[in-house]
């Protein structure tokens, strides 16, 4: 999801039913040799007939290519690095709702289709 396409989900979730909570936090990854790749993830709340609903957008650069360094010694595993991209990104978007019975967030199965909000 693109951050016009983002902005866009935002506006509607806002007048439709009004957000309750909105946030960023810091998203990383590490591969084997202690490379940090940096991402963000944003954050919003907001009830609506199904419930309390979670959506959460991280982005991170792109992962062009993981690079495998081999040990030749028995029992030597291969360790990763991530050549990631300067310029180009992903977007992941998740949608959780809040089960009263357990106090947490639960990950919506979007397996049958798409959610519209």
């Known amino acids: 999801m693109n951050n016009e396409k983002w902005q866009d989900t935002l506006d509607n979730i806002s007048r439709s039913f009004g957000i309750e909570e909105k946030f960023t936090e810091e998203d990383n990854i590490e591969d084997d040799f202690g490379n940090q790749v940096k991402g963000v993830k ?3 709340i907001f009830n609506n007939p199904i419930g309390k609903i979670r959506l959460e957008r991280t982005k991170r650069p792109l ?3 993981k690079k495998m360094h081999y040990h030749k010694g028995a029992g030597g595993v291969a360790k990763v690095e ?3 991209s300067d310029t180009e990104f992903t977007y992941k978007l998740r949608a959780f709702v809040w089960d009263k019975d ?3 967030w639960k990950e919506l199965d979007t397996k049958a289709g798409p959610i519209s909000f």
Do not use: A, P, R
Request: hydrophobic share 50%.
């Open 82 to 84: 991530f050549i990631v």
């Open 63 to 65: 992962i062009e290519d």
């Open 102 to 104: 357990t106090d947490e």
């Open 42 to 44: 944003e954050v919003v």
